[in-house]
């Protein structure tokens, strides 16, 4: 019985398994049918540039507007396919400046020749662009329309060529088509018309020091006869890139001096197979498998690449402007592949000093990858990792997240050169906020003068911790609100180990209180927005607001609703409320005529006006409101010992709008509730 329900329970996973993938991934073939294949699909001979950009392109793009100036988003960098768990923010115009860099590079115009160096601040997201690449490519090199191929060679016993293995795959997983001697390869692809109107193939290069040493000897045993040689000895199989059996990705870490070697870029002597074959300089007595050999078909990371060593960089060089390297003992080597390294600005400020490294410079493109500066984008990244979902158990007050975000970015921001805009208002503007008397060429000209504006700054891993830390601290009775990591980020600076100077440390805790006055402005607003929330009341007061402004740009009376008489438009009460937005009394009639232009337009389009479609008129109506009614609730009582039955009912009303309709709970809105009853007893204490 146990049997049977354990045999169950293995086909139900077996169940899970695509046959059809499995099948097309362990392809295999003659050499003449991987022709077929090419002349069918010639992208698959695509080269290590082509392959990458194809595979960004194949997830889609969107084209939209900022600043006036028409930037891409490339779906890839949201990483959907693993719902967003390396996605990229804010990041669209170095994301951009990359892909052209591998576009280029795949129509051959010259930075396939040049080390790719991702250069910006710690945390500034270098590496998991880099991740992201190689995940995809490995998917993609899974699917039909990324399939390569390589080959491995056969029956080599029968030839003396291999004492115990029968066969050898190419240790440096070559495209086959490198098979056919380069002499005649060009007229080959021509006259076999393996190209065609979307993809011309072109395949460079000579083969592996091993694949050359079997494809040489072979052919004078076949006395010349190529076609023989080909047709007994190769078969053709699809290749599937894979970083965890280093198959076409490569990662390369610098570590201690004492204990690396260039043989770790590009291979060592097998000391086993010596005995074998005889001789260190038989290729088949050497380990094709350092950085650059098994990357080869795909890309290969460097890891704080300026850290290396200068004998590394020697080899850095060759690879990138001649596709070419040097295993001991053996003649150059062609490669193709995408050298992909990433840097700090501490580690690139030496390389500028350093005169040695002249040659790396001018063999470099580097992209910038700074810190987001555009808060919209910033909080997106915290609520990927602080989620409902991730975060059980504990419940985020809302703009928690929000007002973390807030700090992140405000570090980053230099403070602008026109004295009369403050830096958060800065911050707004960046996220496209609207701010009177600044238009879309003023934030143009804000980023141009601040050049280095994100390559500075607090890194979200800093705040990300500090987030976590507020969290697992018991204070809250199951909440965390905006103080509690606030006060996180604060306590931290003093022993932050990137703040290079005093001034710095001092300029971060001013940002913290530019953060709380914005706090403070948002659940006031957000306080009154609950109190006033009163539909039917607000709706009363709009329809009286309409009708007088109506009367007021006709030039005509209102008809007094319990009179009857045609009474003037009540101008105290429309200078009450546009007052709460602060239109001053020489734009009245212009907001006046703006709203019933607004009403018109909608007429023309059939469809009816309510008070909450004009954002401007929604916040002067219930800025009202709540000025009307807060005396009634006495919300400074609330910081008072004892409150009357009362004035209880109506702030648990308050409460309940502001759990239903602000995300709150029990705890952080009586929280929130009493900060802001705390606000408005200083402030009376004030007048």
Known sequence: MGETRTMNMVDRIASLQDYDLYRDLSWEGTFEDYLQVVRNRPQVTRNAFQRVYDMIISHGTEEYIDNKKKLVRYNFFRD???????AIFGLDIPLMRLVHVFKAAAEGYGPEKRVILLHGPVGSSKSTIVRLIKKGLERYSRSSEGALYTFRWVNLREVGLSSQEDSMGCPMHEEPLRLIPMEWRDRAIRELELSNDLFRVRVDGDLDPACRFLFRHLLAHYKGDWAKMVANHIRVHRLVLSEQDRIGIGTFQPKDEKNQDSTELTGDINYRKIAEYGSD????AFNFDGEFNIANRGVVEFVEVLKLDVAFLYDLLGASQEHKIKPKKFAQTDIDEVIIGHTNEAEYKKLLNNEFMEALRDRTIKIDIPYITKL?????????????????????????????AMWAVLTRLEDPKKHSLALVQKMKLYDGKTLPGYTQDNVKELRKESKREGMEGMSPRYVQDKISNALVDDAGEGTINPFMVLNQLEKGL???????????RKRFAECIGL?????????KNEVQRAISADEEAIARLAAN???????????????NR??????????????????????????????????????????????KFEWHMNE???TALEKKLFDDQKDSIKLKTLVAAVVDKETQEKIDTIKARLIKYFGYNEVSATDVLNYVASIFARGDAKD
């Not at 003093?494 to 710095?504: A, K, N, T, V």
């Open 80 to 86: 959907e396919v693993n719902l967003g768990a390396d």
């Open 616 to 618: 401007r008129l929604r």
């Open 281 to 284: 300089s038989d290729p088949r």
């Open 494 to 504: 003093r022993h932050h180990s990137l703040i290079s100077s005093e001034e710095q």
């Open 515 to 523: 953060v709380k006055q914005e706090y403070e402005d948002i659940v």
């Open 562 to 607: 319990y009179t009857g008489q045609d009474d003037e438009p009540d101008e105290r009460l429309m200078r009450s409320i546009e007052e709460k937005i602060n239109i001053p009394e020489n734009r009245k009639e212009d907001f006046r005529r703006e709203i019933m232009n607004y009403i018109g337009a909608l007429a023309v389009e059939g469809k």
């Open 545 to 559: 607001y309409i009708d007088n402004v109506k009367a007021f740009t006709l030039k005509e009376k209102v008809k």
């Open 376 to 404: 919209t984008e910033e909080i997106k990244i915290y609520q990927k990792d602080f989620s409902a979902e991730k975060v059980r158990g504990k419940h985020i007050a809302p703009h928690t997240v929000e007002v973390a």
